[in-house]
């Protein structure tokens, strides 16, 4: 698995660059990543991107926060190499913008998003054809390190439930009841057999996690809405940065 693409936001609030990773580990049904020409994941002409180039790239630009994003950016072998060099050289604040949290955090992260599918392990294979178990451990095991972690799931109607939604909050706040936790509407992709929940399926997850955790939100969005949030949000406004 290699990084493929480079993108820096330069706008007040939300500076960063992002490292994307080709390639996930999960089987998650329903992934709109791996739907081809979705919009989301890595085209066929895609070329990898090596740990020197990226490096020079971000002693080039003098990175203050690099993400780690993906696909799977844990699966990733010049990772560790890559954080070592922005945390350590540059300063620079690291974070795993996003993560199916199979593999462990390594070192030179200073925080991280895990997705936590479910907590039921039964449901956890069924829908990503993976165990749960390294996901739950590798999640406290971040936490006890003191990297600042927080945790997402996206409802789906029919394998990921409310009361699933509410044991993963359980799990979370065993550790730190203070955790952000974020829930995220299923949007559906083609041929999937899967509908996006209701706004009121969203809330009612959102009141379930707030019985355990204290800082939780919700999103509803369609493809439409999505897209237009991505055009108005500066956090969204990045550009491409030729490696």
């Given at each position: ?12 609030g939300h500076e ?109 294979r069924a829908y ?23 945790a997402s799931t ?90």
């Amino acid at each position: 698995m290699a990084f493929y693409k480079v993108t820096m936001n330069e706008n007040e609030g939300h500076e960063r660059v992002c490292l994307y990773n080709k390639g996930c580990n999960f089987r998650c049904i329903g992934c709109a990543y791996k739907v081809p020409n979705a919009g989301i994941g890595p085209s066929e002409s895609e070329k990898e991107i090596g740990a020197k180039q990226i490096i020079e790239a971000l002693r080039k630009i003098g990175a203050t926060k690099v993400h780690f994003i993906g696909g799977e950016p844990l699966i990733n072998a010049d990772l560790i190499k890559i954080a070592e060099f922005a945390h350590e050289e540059l300063g620079a604040k690291t974070a795993i913008g996003h993560s199916n949290g199979s593999k462990r955090i390594p070192d030179f992260i200073d925080e991280a998003t895990v997705s936590i599918k479910a907590v039921d392990d039964a449901v956890h294979r069924a829908y990503t054809g993976m165990s749960n178990s390294s996901v739950l451990a590798n999640f406290k095991d971040a936490y006890e390190r003191g990297i600042k972690m927080k945790a997402s799931t996206v409802l789906i109607p029919g394998i990921v439930s409310i009361k699933e939604v509410g044991g993963i909050a359980a799990f979370v706040a065993d550790i730190d009841g203070r955790i952000p936790f974020h829930i995220t509407a299923y949007m559906p992709v083609p041929d999937a057999g899967l509908r996006a929940p209701t706004e009121q399926e969203v809330g009612g997850a959102v009141l379930a996690a707030k019985k355990h955790l204290i800082n939780v939100s919700g999103s509803a969005l369609n493809a439409e809405s999505f897209s237009k949030t991505k055009a108005m949000n500066p956090a969204f406004r990045s550009h491409r940065v030729e490696v």
